[in-house]
């Protein structure tokens, strides 16, 4: 099993140019009152982190994107990253597996769409991105947490009246917050949305530069702890998902089933010992250093414990829970707040989106737990 | 706040002590109450929310994470007992006993053990309705501690099928007891073979049932720190309540659990997966203040749970404070009214006497003094005051001194003045007397020179005729005596008559009756023009200096005199007579031209303060200084000899100026030229 070279940011100000010309890119989405034209994504190939990963040449190499910065998706793409029994299932199948981190969702989809990327783990609203365009099978769910405001001196959605706050434009974290302004009665119009990647928002909150921000686990639960006076005051169930390229999924549906077991040892592995579990919170912490130049947003403890409480105390899990795709659920209002911010187009239908995802395979696969080797743990911390 | 201009000092000391206060008062209990805007000063009452609000959700967030750990216990008292060694042997003997894995004898005591160790579970932290055993294979219930449930299958239901089917290694979920109603939280969990083979597939099922309403009171419980309205709600994903409600709903009817949806906005959101605050109406619609909270129980299952209280229990005590803030307001209000009256009459008693003085000052009445009771500034205020009227009482007794000697000296001028102005009326009369009597005269002069002139022509018509008369007698005489014989001595001395004698004395009556004939027309023309009827009418001068000029063209012209008229100003007057006076004037200046030099005559007007000054220049032989205002009299000639005239040409001139109000007056240099310039009203009187 082959893992990226995980580049680093060689100076800040590279790293701040990227954070710059994620927030111009983004930044009409987030002004948009209405339905608008899709904003054109950044040339990603060019990105001084991205331009360096090495997706292979052929066939026979399966790239693996996963988010370190979010948990416990983060944390499960760590699991499956140091999952000897994967390595062994795909090498007997001829396939050298690549995992790559990406700092989110909207990017490993940039390289999904070019068919650099077989599968990925990522938030909902990414997920819905390209199950619009039926371009994935979705498999499993990561994390069925919640994306959270945090205020800093506030204690309801009222006090956000005039406030900077961080968001991510079109992530889940900008639908908790336009949920949160909407069940109170208030607009965005009534804040001023200050368009920033997760990564950014403890720091600019630390530093004065805005009043709070929406983000997703476990940024939220790192900022309370981390700056004095801060509250949650709005929370929102927010969910990731594993997912396949559908062209790799039909090509390759063994690989796929291998993979998918992957992820439900993975759960398994993390939740039998509580250490598995800091194990892996630690491979996430790491990943998300090389990912960063060294920096980390939330300790091992906080990422168990986030993992702990948004996936593995939960049952059933990684099963995609059926309750996920009902009529006027979660996932469906979130669906169609895309729609509305014209990041899906509009006649794009929630049937397609249905239609991606697959919550047979993990079913079957769980039927026969000794075939697919689910409770065999065989983790490596020098895998990557 | 406009205070009245009319309203007394201490009226306004009053309203603007009062007002300022009560204003600062009243905002100062906004404030205290609303907080500042833009600053984290809530005030008591958003702080009051606020505590009750973080309250709440401190309370949901306890009451949250005892439901997880409640259900953990749930999941984790099946997974332990579950995988405990002594259950799995046992019920692994159980399901080979008979064979065929079945039980040919539902009842509990036939397995004491297995009763005993379930005993010894269910007799944890935990009160469970019911624990079974199921048959994984044929989803039969091998043991329960109900023992009518003995036998029965289940393989039909969710939970078996995906714990023995899906292999999902513990399901939670709601079940509803469709005899009894009862709802109740069933837990089924895997129960894997005795020995330790990994991925091996379950024998059996164990499954739990608690009573939601038992088992989560406690956590349900309110307390007394939510006061007596306090509650904590539970719905599940569909917003069915789960328990009972302390309330009845809107409708009056008690709601029942899994039958009874709610649709207040705390719940519908918890439902839905959001956790927040928020002040809304309750199911009951009641307004509260609630928090409310999602709580996942599995990855399909999850309740939402509100934490409320009702606003106005929360509020009563923030309520009576304000109250209490008023009541002690208005009081203080009213002892302020009190204090400000007192002040306002201490502080305004010296201004007052002050301006009762200054107003008895001002009345005239300059005895008037102001008090000087105090030693601070309205003391000195008023001992300046009273040294201020008692210095212009001082000025004014001086001055009354001196107005007296002032008009004493005024009465004495004055009667001075009054004699001075009658002696000058009678001067005045006087003098009207003499002109008029000199009016009189002058027209009795014109009168006399009229009657003069016209009576004497008569006569002197006569003279001249016989003078003709005797002319011609006498060529009758030359006649006849040539005719007769007379000795030459005779001829002689009759030529010498005729010649010598009566030629000449002839010829001196003709000339001396021809020059009175002139001098008798001149005065007629001179007494007619004093006489004549003005008809006055605005005049263009510059036509009627071009008539004039035309009549003098011939000799202009015979006599090469260059005549320059500039525009003339218009004027008013006796166009004939006006006519006269420019007719003369240009006579003259033609009449004394100096025949050594080529002549000139300019001839202009200007206008000066409602006058018209017109000028007729020459340069002709020029006026001697000592005959320049002679030339104004009449028959006054300054060459009898060389120029012909009867002198009556400036006088009549003269006379047609004062007739108009204007007057003539010449400025001359004796061989260089003169200027006669004539002065005419621009309007007339």
């Known amino acids: ?384 | 706040m406009k205070i009245p201009v009319s309203m007394g000092l201490r009226g306004k000391m009053m309203a603007f002590f009062c007002g300022t206060f009560v204003v600062m008062q009243l905002l100062a209990i906004l404030i205290l109450f609303a907080g500042i805007p833009g600053t984290s000063f809530r005030g008591e009452y958003r702080q009051e929310q606020v505590n009750v609000f973080n309250a709440l959700g401190s309370v949901a967030d306890l009451k949250k994470a005892e439901m997880e750990q409640w259900i953990s216990v749930l999941q984790n008292d099946a997974r332990q007992f579950a995988k405990s060694d002594l259950l799995r042997k046992s019920v692994a003997g159980i399901l080979h006993s008979g064979g065929s894995g079945r039980p040919t004898v539902p009842v509990p005591n036939r397995y004491p053990s297995l009763k005993e160790m379930v005993g010894l579970y269910g007799s944890g932290n935990v009160t469970y309705r019911s624990i079974r055993i199921v048959d994984g294979k044929t989803g039969e219930i091998v043991f329960s501690t109900r023992p009518s449930e003995i036998g029965r299958n289940i393989s039909g239901e969710s939970g078996y099928h995906r714990v023995i089917a899906e292999r999902v290694q513990d399901y939670i979920e709601i079940r509803k007891d469709p005899l009894t109603e009862s709802v109740s939280v069933s837990i089924s969990r895997e129960i894997l073979p005795p020995t330790e083979t990994p991925n091996a597939d379950p024998i059996a099922m164990l499954q739990t049932e608690v009573d939601p309403e038992e088992m989560a009171a406690f956590i349900l419980h309110a307390g007394e720190g939510l006061g007596r309205s306090g509650e904590v709600v539970l719905v599940n994903q569909d917003q069915f309540v789960l328990t009972s409600l302390k309330k009845p709903l809107k409708d009056g009817s008690i709601a029942r659990p899994l039958k009874t949806r709610i649709t207040a906005a705390p719940a519908k959101y918890a439902a839905a997966g959001a956790e927040g605050i928020i002040s809304a109406v309750d199911y009951a619609g009641i307004p509260v203040l609630a928090a409310y909270r999602h709580i996942r129980v599995s990855s399909d299952l999850a309740w939402g749970m509100v934490v409320k209280q009702d606003e106005e229990e929360v509020l009563a005590p923030l309520r009576r404070r304000v109250v209490l803030f008023l009541f002690l307001s208005m009081a203080t209000v009213l002892l302020t009214v009190a204090t400000s009256f007192f002040l306002a009459r201490s502080f305004a008693r010296p201004i007052l006497l002050l301006n009762r003085a200054a107003a008895a000052v001002e009345a005239g009445d300059l005895s008037a003094r102001a008090p000087e009771e105090t030693r601070d500034e309205l003391g000195a205020l008023g001992r300046t005051f009273n040294n201020m009227v008692h210095r212009i009482q001082e000025w004014h007794e001086d001055l009354n001194r001196e107005v007296e000697v002032r008009t004493a000296e005024l009465t004495f001028a004055n009667e001075e003045l009054q004699k001075e102005i009658a002696e000058r009326r009678k001067a005045e009369e006087a003098r009207e007397r003499a002109s008029a009597d000199l009016e009189e005269k002058n027209r009795d002069l014109e009168e006399i020179i009229y009657v003069t002139s016209h009576d004497l022509r008569s006569p002197l018509v006569n003279i001249i005729g016989f003078n003709r008369e005797v002319r011609r007698s006498l060529a009758d005489i030359r006649t006849v005596i040539d005719r007769i014989s007379l000795t030459a001595v005779e001829r002689k001395a009759i030529d010498a008559i005729l010649r010598d004698d009566i030629d000449p004395a002839l010829a001196f009556i003709s000339s001396g009756t021809e020059k009175m004939d002139r001098l008798l027309a001149g005065l007629l023309r001179l007494s007619r023009t004093g006489r004549a009827k003005l008809e006055v009418a605005p005049i263009d001068m510059d036509v009627l200096l071009g008539n004039i000029l035309g009549t003098f063209e011939f000799q202009t012209k015979e006599r090469g005199v260059t005549v320059l008229r500039e525009p003339l100003p218009p004027c008013y007057g006796d166009e004939v007579l006006i006519s006269q006076v420019f007719s003369n004037l240009v006579d003259n200046a033609l009449k004394y031209l100096d025949p050594t030099r080529p002549g000139i005559v300019r001839i202009k007007g200007t206008e000066a303060d409602g006058h018209v000054v017109y000028c007729v220049e020459d340069n002709g032989i020029g006026i001697p200084a000592g005959h320049q205002k002679k030339i104004l009299e009449i028959f006054y000639r300054l060459h009898p000899v060389d120029t012909p005239g009867e002198g009556l040409g400036l006088t009549i001139v003269r006379k047609i100026l004062y007739r108009h109000d204007g007057r003539l007056s010449v400025e001359s240099i004796e061989g260089k030229g003169s200027k006669f310039l004539v002065s005419l009203p621009k309007m007339m009187g």
């Open chain 1, 1 to 384: 099993m082959l893992r990226s070279t995980r580049p680093i940011f060689r100076t800040p100000s590279a790293f701040l140019l990227l954070i710059a010309l994620s927030a111009t890119l983004l930044f009409p989405a987030c002004t948009a009152k209405g339905p608008a034209a899709p904003a054109v994504p950044a040339d990603l190939t060019k990105h001084p982190v991205y331009s360096k990963y090495d997706f292979g040449d052929g066939s026979k190499v399966i790239n693996f994107a996963t988010q370190p910065l979010a948990a416990p998706a983060g944390t499960v793409g760590e699991a499956m990253a140091h999952d000897l029994t994967l390595k062994r299932d795909l090498d007997r199948l001829g396939f050298t597996i690549r995992f790559h981190p990406f700092l989110k969702g909207s990017d490993l989809n940039f390289f999904m769409d070019r068919g650099k990327i077989d599968v990925a783990i990522a938030g909902d609203m990414p997920t819905l991105l390209m199950a619009a365009k039926s371009a994935i099978r979705v498999v499993g769910v990561t994390s069925i947490g919640y994306g959270a405001v945090v205020l800093k001196n506030g204690t309801l959605v009222q006090d956000l009246k005039g406030k900077r706050i961080g968001n991510a434009p079109g992530s889940s974290a900008h639908f908790t917050i336009l949920e949160a302004l909407r069940r109170s009665g208030m607009r965005e119009s009534d804040l001023t949305l200050v368009p920033m990647d997760v990564d950014d928002m403890i720091d600019a909150l630390s530093r004065g530069e805005i009043d709070g921000f929406s983000a997703w686990e476990p940024a939220p639960s790192a900022a309370v702890q981390k700056v004095p006076g801060t509250r949650k005051i709005f929370r929102m169930t927010s969910s990731s998902y594993v997912y396949f390229s559908r062209s790799f999924a039909e090509k390759n549906p063994e690989a796929a089933r291998r993979i998918t077991a992957s992820m439900i040892r993975s759960v398994r592995w993390m939740r039998a010992d509580f250490r598995n579990l800091l194990t892996a919170s630690g491979w996430t912490v790491a990943a998300e250093e090389a990912l960063r130049s060294g920096e980390h947003q939330s300790s091992i403890e906080q990422i168990a414990s986030v993992t702990k409480e948004n996936l593995l105390n939960l049952s059933g899990v990684p099963l995609i829970p059926p309750n996920h795709l009902r009529a006027e659920g979660d996932l469906q209002n979130k669906f169609l707040f895309l729609k509305s911010k014209g990041m899906i187009p509009a006649t794009d239908s929630w049937e397609t989106v249905l239609s991606c995802f697959d919550t047979e395979l993990a079913r079957s696969l769980l039927s026969s737990p000794a075939e697919h080797r689910l409770d065999t743990f065989r983790f490596s911390p020098d895998t990557p």
